[in-house]
């Protein structure tokens, strides 16, 4: 079946970033730009074509609740030997075409926006060239049918996170050395890779114990998942995906910037601002929780690793928020408050509700975006200015960004009728009547509430945002205020289309108190029956029971009315705070609050020290250990070598008088040497041994073996010391010649005999050398006795050996397995 | 024929360049740069006439040498040695574009030493008799160690020396350990060979077993080289002209690793397992001992020199988990590292002719006036950082796969049962080296490239030539097909690899049985019960 060519969608940028960052430079900006919202734009094209013609009606025949058959495209068997076969190939279903409608869509829209904003640029080219590889790179991700084929966009956006962020490498941000963007950049893909060693822990640990990556596969494998093993042998047991998720999990706090490798995206904000928007708000941030909502077969497998991650999402929710609250920096307060909402999108995942963790995703990334845009249309304006300290007053000057980013703030901080609202409160709903057995009632109650605190925080926050940037007397000064320049149209465009979905988005996923569809919900339920199936097949072996949503609470519809009602009173509480505390620029209150308290307000500036702790507990260590390495420890191994070199020196130059230039000594040594050498070469070894011993009886078995030689060697055996050779039968020698019969000497080096008559004998061997033709003999003597008894000594020469038994332990021990 | 042809050439070229009259050495680099693409384009038709379903050796040559002691001249080739044959001859070209300016005295004697270099290195990677690859596994160290010692620079005699002598010393265990078989081998059978083929039929009991690995592992280990015996190469590195470090970054150090998958597994397979354990926890140290080590270095070059130390981990772990995935990524590694680390040598060996220093403090900001340079050794980091979508993502993949999910069962009964999940914790400790990689990798990079040009002498750097680039591409073009189009080179290297662990398998089940005596032949150790070898075979598999 000739199927949709997806993968077009990733190459369209691709090709894009190959023309800008191979000929860009000679080419001018206007080509620049045209060729890379171009290929944005053909890309959404065909993402469009995809979903709504090829995939929409696959999805209408399915029907709610049927199987829908996802859009596969195979471009070729990428790496395949041993058991392995990973092929290049891209999957569309519900879930990939949100994602790939996002990035697309927002994608071109910040495109588009980066025109303007990066006017003034020199390296125009190389900037539209990373932002088109990342959307490549994005759009692997999210359209990888394996996990390995994921990774490869996993790693890309990485890597096109790190070129972006260090973008203006040879300047610093504020108030640091030279090269901070750079090392920011640094720090996020290393962090990153951090995650990432887990994330192909975790590939290993599902390839080894389900046999593939592929996750269509995956998800048939249930009984695969559920096995259990004791991880490296210590003893305890756990379950596949348990072991698994945990580890991707780990993988998804790197990229998702989720406790404790969230440090990262606050530097990040060293780039340039459209790729704050872009890859550190709407799209790279969400992989993690795209990749736990594509996994949902896996992640509902393990009740313990779900809990972990709604914990770690509410933590980050919250804590995040917190930072946030202090922050004067207005990016820093926009990638707090990211941080902050991916853990929303977690403690969604976390309870199961991935539905409502994805619909987070999409709204996120419309309001998000418009932020983090408008933010960029102030600093743009404003020269560069970040500090919202010496902003306000910008409400009459930059209309168009004020009432979108008022729109955009409305809906994160969670006001009816915006996005945000019905994103959020439908996490808050999920997390209220959530059930799962390994966490205690309290806990889960606790989770609710600290999604509400973080709500409160977020309207709190997001307020004070809005309030010193626009609100008020203008703070900057005159310098800057000399070069203020509104933005252009390349700048507002996005940001009304991106406002326009903050506001209307939301209507996408209504509650089914408020209506009987949630679109968004029906849209992914192909998705999601995929954790609904495995759960009907292998749920009863979860222990304790599977984590869900508990249903009779969630049949209870006054309960959610009245959580709405809540979450929206918390909501207008913050704005309220806010209000008091910031309209018109920072008020005295908030003054003499920071001055009342000043060490909790530096700790709260200072972002908890977490960067201090890390650095303490990690990096300096490491950089210890490092050095310790290389100056003691390599310097150890080569003083070693060397002291090994001298030592040979020292040996060579006391032997040095030896060869002294006399020449009879050198000849008679030589003669000397010559002779011992001739001796030792010609002399066969002639030694053997009597088994068992020199005394015998009659009529026993005695076993004759001559000593064990590298060389090549024959033997013949006189036992009765007659002067007959006894072993092998002897020949007559040749008559003609003379010489002697070669049979008469046999290969075997061990003989046996049995003696007739008690007395002494003399056994002889004769060894000849079949190289130097060189002969030897030896004699020993063997007394032997009347029979006793019945008594036998005897061995068997080649029984089954040591290694035979061993042979056959390994044997039985591969049948057992 | 053809693999005569191709060791002939490079003889012929360091001839004729010999005969080159002497000048400023343009003649002499042009013909070698000339004769070494002649030479890549004439070993490219055992590219073309490969078999891709034949697992056995091809272009087979055995002619008698030195019949006295049954040396034959025997040469041929598989899938194993196919693609380190044609690395060889394909860095060649790009090593001599890198000499146009890192060496300026004596160029025609230096473009000799680089083809008869070259003639050993091949004649290595297809000997098929143990002498003859004895004799060009020591013809190699006399160009090198004149590469060193008179092209270097710095304490270029020291370097050179410790070069020399260390990877002697590790290789007379090696031709003794040789002779011993020779002799035990001809004393047992009559048969007395060097030849690898006849050799390889026959195992040795356990404990001679024991000494003869040992003996060879020490030699190859020197070369690949292992921790801790790696610390003649960031003096070699350091010290040697560019050409020298890419040549032997690409090329040399492989012969180590090619010499425990040719020699030291398949002729001690009872030995290789039983130590097994124990090398890949060395080689798992080396993967991160090199990479902290390469931290902090202070020298670019000797940074890329301990980088050299960490991947090379990863070759001798693939190799050791013994199965088919582990043993092709091994392999496959190999090639990539010749690819990144050869390009990373280049990069620096361009910024050295600039500035004629290797000090990371003296750089900083040169992307600003190099950027297509910058752009060219980004690449080569990335690739070198296992970036996927670059070739050493494949490698590092398969070599981790492969690691993980071997199963040491077959040595159950002589191992305690915690080497069970040994393989496992080696795998997730040697994933670590990802995320070490891109740490001292990054940290290069930065040092170098970015921040603001703080030394004046950096501010008129000249971009990068378009002989340097020429010199880059063909490296950055197999970086990307490597990467993205595995097949054509996984597909040879494989039926190789499955034969040869077959046949290891088959020789470790003869080999339990031999505990003592001279050595004996396989099939009549395994005679009858091959179909347990099969079993074993299948366990120890994955």
């Not at chain 2, 265990?173 to 035990?184: D, K, N």
Request: glycine letters at 10%; aromatic letters at 12%.
């Amino acid at each position: 079946m000739a199927s949709f060519p997806l993968y077009w969608i990733p190459l369209l940028p691709f090709l894009g970033a190959a023309f800008n960052l191979l000929f860009g430079r000679k080419f001018p900006r206007r080509a620049v730009h045209l060729v890379s919202c171009g290929v944005v734009f053909g890309a959404l094209l065909v993402s469009m074509v995809a979903v709504f013609r090829e995939l929409y009606p696959r999805w209408v025949e399915a029907g709610h609740g049927g199987t829908l058959e996802p859009i596969v495209n195979r471009v070729y068997s990428w790496i395949s030997v041993g058991d392995i076969d990973i092929g290049l190939n891209f999957l569309l279903d519900p879930l990939s075409a949100v994602m790939i409608l996002v990035i697309t869509g927002i994608g071109f829209l910040i495109h588009l926006y980066s025109t303007g904003y990066m006017s003034h640029d020199t390296d125009y080219a190389r900037f539209f060239g990373y932002l088109n590889l990342f959307t490549g790179a994005m759009l692997v991700l999210v359209l990888g049918d394996s996990l390995p084929v994921m990774f490869v966009g996993w790693e890309g956006v990485g890597l096109c996170s790190y070129l972006l962020i260090g973008f203006w490498y040879d300047k610093s941000g504020t108030e640091r050395y030279g090269d901070a963007n750079a090392t920011a950049g640094k720090k996020a893909f290393i962090v990153n890779r951090i995650g990432d060693l887990a994330f192909i822990i975790g590939m290993f640990l599902l390839f080894t114990h389900a046999g593939t990556l592929n996750f269509t596969e995956l998800a048939d494998k249930a009984d695969a998942l559920m096995t259990k093993f004791s991880p490296l042998g210590l003893g305890f047991y756990v379950t596949v995906a348990g072991a698994a998720g945990l580890m991707l999990f780990i993988g998804a706090t790197g990229k998702s910037a989720q406790i404790p490798l969230y440090v990262w995206l606050p530097d990040a904000m060293a780039g340039p601002t459209p790729v704050s928007a872009l890859i550190h708000a709407a799209t790279m941030v969400t992989a993690g929780v795209y990749m736990v909502v594509r996994l949902n077969f896996l992640y509902v497998l393990t009740p313990a690793v779900m809990a972990t991650i709604a914990i770690v999402g509410a933590a980050t929710a919250l804590i995040a928020a917190l930072i946030g609250f202090a922050q004067n920096d207005i990016k820093k307060v926009l990638a707090y408050s990211t941080v902050s909402q991916l853990g929303y999108m977690f403690l969604a995942a976390g309870v199961g509700a991935f539905s409502a963790a994805l619909f987070h995703v999409f709204t996120h990334a419309f309001f998000k975006a418009c932020l983090f845009l408008g933010s960029g249309a102030v600093i743009h304006a404003l020269a560069g200015e970040q500090d919202m300290r010496r902003m306000g007053g910008l409400a009459k000057k930059l209309p168009i960004v004020r009432w979108t980013m008022l729109l955009s703030t409305l809906a994160i901080a969670g006001i009816v009728p915006f996005a945000g609202f019905f994103s959020k409160d439908e996490i808050l709903w999920s997390v209220a009547i959530a059930q799962n057995g390994t966490l205690a009632p309290w806990l889960l109650k606790s989770l609710y509430v600290t999604g509400l605190a973080a709500a409160l925080g977020t309207a709190f926050y997001m307020f004070r945002l809005y309030f010193m940037t626009f609100s008020g007397e203008c703070r900057a000064d005159a310098e800057t205020l000399a070069k203020f320049h509104p933005p252009t149209s390349r700048m507002t465009i996005p940001l009304i289309v991106l406002a326009a979905g903050a506001v209307t988005t939301g209507f996408l996923g209504l509650p089914h108190v408020v209506a009987k569809h949630n679109i968004f919900h029906e849209w992914l339920s192909p998705v999601l029956a995929q954790g609904q199936r495995v759960l009907a097949q292998v749920g009863s072996r979860i222990e304790p029971a599977a984590a869900g949503a508990d249903p009779l609470a969630q049949a209870n519809h006054h309960l959610e009315w009245g959580l709405m009602g809540l979450s929206l009173l918390i909501a207008l509480i913050g704005i309220a705070i806010a209000t008091r505390f910031y309209k018109g620029g920072v008020r005295q209150t908030v003054r003499d609050l920071v001055a009342k308290m000043p060490a909790v307000h530096r700790l709260v500036y200072d972002k908890f020290r977490v960067d201090e702790l890390y650095g303490w507990i990690v990096i300096k260590p490491f950089r210890v250990l490092c050095w310790i390495f290389a100056k003691v420890a390599d310097g150890i191994i080569d003083g070693l070598v060397i002291v090994a070199g001298q030592l040979t020196l020292f040996v060579g130059r006391s032997l040095r008088g030896i060869a002294d230039g006399s020449l009879q000594r050198y000849v008679a040594v030589m003669a000397v040497g010559l002779v011992l050498v001739f001796l030792a070469v010609s002399q066969p070894p002639d030694d053997f041994e009597i088994d068992p011993g020199e005394t015998v009886e009659v009529g026993q078995v005695v076993r004759f073996e001559a000593e064990q030689s590298t060389r090549e060697l024959r033997y013949r055996w006189d036992f009765d010391g007659d002067g007959k050779w006894d072993s092998p039968p002897q020949q007559p020698a040749d008559k003609r010649t003379g010489e002697e019969d070669p049979r008469n000497f046999a290969r075997d080096r061990a003989a046996v005999f049995r003696y007739a008559k008690a007395g002494k004998y003399a056994v002889r061997l004769e060894v000849r050398d079949v190289r130097w033709k060189s002969r030897a003999t030896e004699e020993r003597k063997v007394v032997v006795n009347e029979k006793k008894g019945i008594k036998s000594s005897r061995r068997q020469a080649a029984g089954p050996s040591v290694a035979d038994r061993r042979f056959d332990n390994s044997r039985t021990d591969g049948a057992r397995r | 024929m053809t693999l005569v042809a191709i060791l002939a050439m490079p003889l012929v070229g360091a001839l004729i360049v010999a005969l080159l009259p002497r000048d400023d050495g343009k003649q002499a680099r042009n013909m070698g740069v000339v004769w070494s693409i002649a030479t890549f384009l004439v070993s490219l038709s055992v590219l073309f006439n490969f078999d891709v379903n034949d697992s056995a050796m091809q272009f087979e040559l055995s002619v008698p040498w030195i019949t006295a002691f049954g040396i034959n001249f025997h040469v041929g080739l598989d899938g194993i040695s196919l693609w380190l044959v044609l690395l060889t001859t394909f860095l060649m070209p790009v090593v001599i574009l890198s000499s146009y300016r890192s060496v300026s005295h004596k160029v025609k004697e230096f473009i000799v030493a680089l083809f008869i270099l070259q003639v050993g290195m091949l004649g290595a990677f297809v000997a098929l008799d143990l002498f003859l690859f004895y004799v060009f596994w020591e013809v190699m160290l006399v160009p090198m160690y004149l590469i060193i010692g008179i092209w270097g620079h710095g304490r270029k005699a020291y370097a050179a020396l410790k070069f020399v002598l260390y990877t002697m010393v590790g290789s007379l265990p090696m031709l003794v350990g040789i002779i011993y078989m020779y002799l035990t081998h001809g004393a047992a059978t009559g048969n007395y060979t060097f030849d690898y083929t006849v050799l390889t039929q026959s195992v040795w009991n356990q404990s001679a077993q024991l000494w003869l690995f040992a003996a060879f592992a020490l030699a190859f280990a020197i070369k690949v080289p292992m921790v801790p015996l790696h610390t003649w190469l960031p003096d070699a590195h350091t010290q040697a002209p560019t050409p020298g470090s890419v040549i032997l970054a690409g090329v040399l150090l492989k012969l180590g690793t090619y010499g425990f998958i040719r020699f030291a597994i398949p002729l001690f397979p009872w030995a290789a397992a039983s130590y097994a354990p124990y090398l890949s926890g060395l080689a798992v140290v080396g993967i991160i001992y090199g990479a902290m080590v390469a931290y902090v270095q202070d020298d670019a070059k000797k940074l890329v020199a301990y980088s050299s130390v960490s991947h090379l981990g990863f070759v001798m772990l693939g190799m050791l988990a013994m199965n088919v995935t582990g043993l092709t990524g091994s392999i496959y590694q190999m090639l990539n590292h010749g690819l990144s680390t050869g390009g990373l040598f280049l990069a620096i060996g361009a910024l050295y002719d600039r500035r004629h220093t290797h000090l990371l403090d003296q750089f900083g900001g040169v992307w600003k006036r190099m950027p297509v340079f910058g752009a060219l050794f980004m690449l080569c980091l990335l690739s070198s950082a296992g970036l996927p979508g670059l070739n050493g993502f494949v490698g590092e993949f398969m070599i981790l796969v492969g690691t993980f999910t071997h199963q040491r069962d077959y040595v159950a009964g002589r191992v305690p049962s915690v080497w069970i999940y040994h393989s496992r914790a080696m795998a997730g400790a040697a994933a670590t080296g990802v995320v070490l990689g891109a740490v001292y990798l990054l940290h290069l990079f930065q040092k170098l490239m970015f921040g603001p040009i703080i030394n004046a002498k950096n501010a008129t750097l000249r971009d990068a030539s378009a002989r340097e680039i020429w010199a880059f591409i063909p490296l950055v073009v197999f970086m990307f097909w490597m990467g993205l189009y595995p097949k054509p080179f996984l597909e040879r290297i494989e039926p190789s690899v499955k034969t040869m662990i077959v046949q290891h398998q088959q020789k470790f089940a003869a080999s339990l049985r031999h505990v003592d005596g001279p050595p004996k032949r396989v099939r009549e150790l395994v005679g009858l019960s091959t179909s347990a070898s099969q079993r074993l075979a299948m366990g120890g598999g994955r």
